[in-house]
């Protein structure tokens, strides 16, 4: 079955600690995004890319990290510089080209820092 | 300034009572309108996508329909299995791929 995994589904950890959030996607598609959804505040774009080895920042890029060395694989860091990190976060992707607008999401990782 | 905007932010219906979710956008060259359903603690499930206006999409006891300024998500005899929220979203004018998401309009149906 075609889709899109993220791990893991709940993820704790302390203050001041950085931490990774997994994307899978095997729809062979171009472009993969990152969200966090806070409650009442809707989606909100961190980072996306729309080819491998290449990312944009989105509208709360800071605090965050991301690479894209796999088609596949669109990993997120949530470092120790983002200063409200708990959230739900949600990775996305798009495809098989670049013109292809409708987005497909994954199950999400909620975040708890404490 | 690229703009989507839901109303209302929540719905409660009774069992078999039809209503309607609005989804207003502001956006230059629209290049698609698209419905998710987002369950709680689950990531959106996608919907319809629209793309010009007047075209309409069916899918069970939604459907969807855009005009210039604005979308509908008609909700016919709806079940408590409907209750979820439900958000729209258009690329941004910069073609880039991204999305701007409506807030969401949070929808509980009762038996």
């Known amino acids: 079955d075609g889709g899109i995994t993220q791990s893991p589904k709940y993820l704790f950890r302390k203050e001041g600690q950085n931490v990774t959030l997994s994307c899978e996607q095997n729809l062979n598609h171009d472009a993969m995004y990152w969200y966090r959804q806070d409650p009442g505040q809707g989606l909100r774009l961190i980072y996306y890319?729309?080819?491998?080895?290449?990312?944009q920042k989105g509208d709360i890029a800071e605090g965050y990290s991301v690479s894209r060395e796999k088609k596949e694989s669109f990993p997120l860091t949530v470092t120790s510089a983002q200063k409200n990190p708990t959230a739900f976060y949600l990775c996305?992707?798009?495809?098989?080209?670049?013109?292809?607008?409708?987005?497909?999401f994954g199950p999400g990782t909620r975040l708890t820092v404490t | 300034e690229d703009q989507v905007t839901q109303s209302p932010e929540a719905l409660r219906l009774q069992e078999g009572e039809s209503s309607s979710l609005n989804c207003s956008y502001t956006v230059s060259g629209l290049r698609g309108l698209f419905w998710y359903r987002q369950d709680p603690g689950k990531g959106p499930e996608f919907l319809f996508t629209l793309y010009s206006a007047g075209e309409e999409k069916e899918k069970e006891r939604l459907k969807a329909t855009l005009t210039k300024k604005e979308s509908f998500l008609h909700i016919t005899a709806p079940k408590p299995e409907d209750s979820a929220t439900y958000l729209c979203a258009v690329p941004h004018s910069s073609n880039t791929g991204k999305l701007i998401f409506g807030q969401g309009t949070t929808l509980q149906v009762k038996p």
């Open positions: 890319s729309q080819i491998v080895n290449d990312f």
């Open positions: 996305a992707s798009s495809g098989p080209d670049r013109l292809s607008y409708e987005q497909y």
